[in-house]
């Protein structure tokens, strides 16, 4: 076999499914990538190679198709910003003036705030990048949302975590159930000839839906129930309350750990106290592990392909952050003076590295003729 | 291997005991079969062997409930889960995970076995109930009877020793409820477990039962002996009976080698048509012409594809009530109807058949304006259903869908009706009155969720009864009726027809649409592949013949009545 064959990425399948967790890794690290920099070019790659990678590799699943719903998301959140810094005006001084809206004369009290008045390009301009870089954020975790099968995730959780986690899960699938029903029951509206949209109608809706979601909800628990869901090992006492103690102090040395890495003053036993309490909370999960029988039915391995992607993403967010260092004014273009931005050939270089995943990550199989319906 | 002693189980809101002294002993390796009318407490019996009940839905328990050594008092359900699979008759409502391979190890993982045995039963599973195409793909996107086959898969994998499954092929087309049924057999055969079953489609699973336990009564015996003194009892027992044949004959089989002397008694008799304005004689009339149009003269329906824009050009007569002409289809890249030619009359019944997602409630759907055909035309009463407005369009039209549930939304009776007579513009209490016409004796304050199945059809007959359309449509109407409850509704919808409504349903039930329509149409793949008068295409497709044309076969019989009627 040549070698070229042995490096271009199989057909996916179970044996060969991509971590879940190498997945987020990467959409993380474009994430922390996109949290540093404010230049438009540079987000507008990141979600560039979110989008290309997400549009090689991504299923027909019905969770895969989440990415849209993230893309309305992060311009809908440009928007808002914009639109926020129009009418509440901005810290930002300019001097470009492109408009004055009437200005809201406020009582004395409420000195500092502003509604209406100048508008000037600087802010507009300032609005936009902040905007870009929280909607490049929401999209490359709606990246990870629609190329990791949540549930695969839980798989990776800790015993003792694991039966929480499914319930986490089987009350996600809530929101979708119930907006099935919104669809079925407009529909039913429709049959007995009543209008479908106003207000009434939701009123009318509402109520069955919540009824339905909930039977649904008792239906699925009573089938976890029959199938073995919440099934115990029989532990001795001193291990269940040793897990107890453990778990408990973790936390709150967790919690005292991390107010003393916060507050001023506490800097010097807030680090020591934190890394304490995680050491007990893990070990309070992994005895709590114990009391759980269940085993796990063929787990995603983390192979040389999980490393490539998730070290990819890892890869963008370091270079970036690097790039700070060595051209801090390319990735934070200036507002005040006004200047066009322009696309840094190194950084750019580096979030490039983010399209790994779409040559590595192994290519779902073509749908497979989805003649039947839902 | 199920012992039931003295026991009772009462609801805390019924003053009645939903289950009386039930002593029942089933030993292991045995099929059996539930019957008994809707309402008798058969979910209740079955809930009560996997502890669902009372642990899960309340209500108070006397009497004692043993699996396999196990007393359910001290054994709630998790801890019975490595002993009972139990199957309940929503499907849908039974899945934890979201791909088909993740929920047939979900139980496994559950109990704790090792990733070898799981991996290895996973794969027999799959190959067991012919689910290896299916292996990754999302629960989401299955049809009824691939999530039923998933769902018996699901409670298989932890081997378990009791079965327990309410209505398994309700749900199914005949070909996938046969699966279902060779599935069951083959683990009673092979492994030696235990199944419990309820099913209203005796025709169905009769001869693959051991025993038949009879409710209310709690009488468990042998299949022949139960089925000569029930109510509830398949077509090929009718015959059986009105024939006089001892042993009772189960299966479509036997029956056929004692027909002989019957079909001798027949030979010369033509079967009455199925309704009153049946074609006159489907057997001579409609062999040739393929179609007769009830009421209305002779050779004016539907008929094959090809031939049918012909004879519409020719053919005088009145307009018909549908006329779908190229209508197309298609939902994202899945084409789910493919030029369908359609034409149904006033007066006509019409039943819609073929495989689970083959494209039937998407051809009602669109009938009624839900959804907007891709290309082609379709006309209702000379409307365009998706572009008239939802008010006038149920004076034309009405759907009863497959979950009548979701056509019912007030908390009770009479606001239904109010609400039923308010938006079809009808006169105060008129479906009140349909309501007490078709369901005797539902108080006005009771909720519609506290009706059973097939009450709940009925008030959902009613509601959209009330706007007079000459149109109705049925989505799957028998789904979890008994045979009285379908007895009534065939009535009804005779009665219906007689008046001069059009009728179509979509239908898995062979023996209804046997009873009920005077033509069929049969969809695969959201193409029309057969279309013609019900004696007609009944009798040329095994899958889709009822018993008696299976037993009579050559002779054109479709139902018990008819030979009864012709003796």
Redesign the interface.
Known sequence: MKVSDVLRAPEA??SNALHAGAWWVWALGLAVAASRTTNPLLLGLLVGVAGYVVAARRT????ARSYGAFVKLGLFVVFLRVVFSLLLGSPIPGTHLMFTLPEVPLPEWAQGVRIGGRVTAEQLVFALYDGAKLATLLICVGAANSLA?P?RLLKSLPGALYEAG?AVV?AM?FAPNMVADVV??R??????????GGVRAVL??G??VL?GALE?SI?????????????T?QVPASVRRTTNVLTLGGLLGICAGSYGLLAAEGAGYGLPLLGAGLLAAMAGLRLGGRRT??????PDHWGMRAWLVAGSGVAVAVLMIWANTYAPEALHPGVVPLEAPELPLWPAVSVLVGLLPAFVAPVPAT??A????? | MIRFENVSVTYEEDAEPTLRDVNLTVPEGELVLLVGPSGVGKSTLLGAVSGLVPHFTGGTLTGRVTVDGRDTRTHPPRELADLVGTVGQDPSAHFVTDTVEDELAYGMESLGLAPGVMRRRVEETLDLLGLAELRDRPIATLSGGQRQRVAIGSVLTPHPKVLVLDEPTSALDPSAAEDVLAVLQRLVHDLGTTVLLAEHRLERVVQYADQVLMLPDGVMGAPAGIMAVSPVHPPVVGLGRLAGWDPLPLTVRDARRRAGELKARLEDRVPAGPLPHGPASPASEARGSGGGAPGHGKGRSGGIGLFKRRRTETAPGPAPLVLAEGLAVRRGRVEALRRIDLQVQAGETLALMGRNGAGKSTLLSTLVGMIAPTSGTVRVAGRVPHSTSPRELIRQVGLVPQEPRDLLYADTVAAECAAADGDAGAAPGTCRALVSELLPGVADDTHPRDLSEGQRLALALAVVLTGRPPLLLLDEPTRGLDYAAKARLVARLRTLAAEGHAIVLATHDVELAAELAHRVVIIADGEVVADGPTAEVVVSSPAFSPQVAKILAPQPWLTVEQVEAAL
Do not use: F
């Not at chain 1, 029988?293 to 063929?298: A, C, L």
């Open positions: 399948s179970r027909d699943a019905p969770w099968n549930a499914v089987v699938t079925r029951l529909t039913a509206r429709r049959l007995r000839g009543r209008p479908t009318q809706i109520l069955p009824e649904r239906a699925v628990a009573a089938s976890m129930d029959a199938r073995g869901y919440g099934r090992a029988v269940r085993t796990r039915y063929r749908a497979p989805s003649k039947e319906k839902a």
